[in-house]
Antibody, heavy 119, light 107 residues
């Protein structure tokens, strides 16, 4: 069974750093891209970027370039999304999801990680 | 960046009735269009890809159609579990973009 299991909810202060994770199982982890998708409270879905665990190739949505870093550790089948300095506007639910080719839809999703940034 | 516009924002439908959701793209997408369903407190789920192909396990009451810039998701006979928010998404151009969503609610 394909599963993407994300790390738990986080509460952080503005200016703090954060790294959330997404662990894949039940499929060949290095042969599928992992995407990160943001959903701000009460809003729609925004595609942030993708990474290919096989060679760590990464592509960012220009709207998120420089704001976050996507990385992967294929030895433990885990992708990451990180911030160097959080802002209140980073408060959102973050989903990871799988796709078999870079320009294809997302067929399996993680359960989401809620990030709350508040002073 | 391609702009995806969904209509209506909210659709009120009675169980058993048919629902038709629209999605318009600012540029031609060829066949690179997907639909997702999201229920409250859950992650989105892929319903339709390549305009009209159902994802694994999706019942045939869900169907997609369209071409170019105009696309439709049809729910032929709404069941209680179908009341949710539906998003279209283009993957023809980078970055992939979602529509703003259509909420299907019980009438």
């Amino acid at each position: 069974e394909v599963q993407l299991v994300q790390s738990g909810a986080e509460v952080k202060k503005p200016g703090e750093s954060l790294k959330i994770s997404c662990k894949g199982s039940g499929y060949s982890f290095t042969n599928y891209w992992i995407a990160w998708v943001r959903q701000m409270p009460g809003k729609g879905l925004e595609w942030m970027g993708i990474i290919y665990p096989g060679d760590s190739e990464t592509r960012y949505n220009p709207s998120f370039q420089g704001q976050v870093t996507i990385s992967v550790d294929k030895s433990i089948r885990t992708a990451y999304l990180q911030w160097g300095s959080l802002k209140a506007s980073d408060t959102a639910m973050y989903y990871c999801a799988r796709q078999n080719i870079a320009a294809r839809p997302l067929d399996y999703w993680g359960q989401g990680t809620l990030v709350t940034v508040s002073s | 960046e391609i702009v995806m516009t969904q209509s209506p924002a909210t659709l009120s439908v009675s169980p058993g009735e048919r629902a038709t959701l629209s999605c318009r793209a600012s540029q031609s997408l060829s066949s690179n269009l997907a639909w997702y369903q999201q229920k409250p407190g859950q992650a989105p789920r892929l319903l339709i890809y390549d305009v009209s192909s159902r994802a694994t396990g999706i019942p045939d009451r869900f169907s997609g159609s369209g071409s170019g810039t105009e696309f439709t998701l049809t729910l032929s006979s709404l069941q209680s579990e179908d009341f949710a928010v539906y998003y279209c998404q283009q993957y023809n151009n980078w970055p992939p973009v979602f529509g703003q969503g259509t909420k299907v609610e019980i009438k």
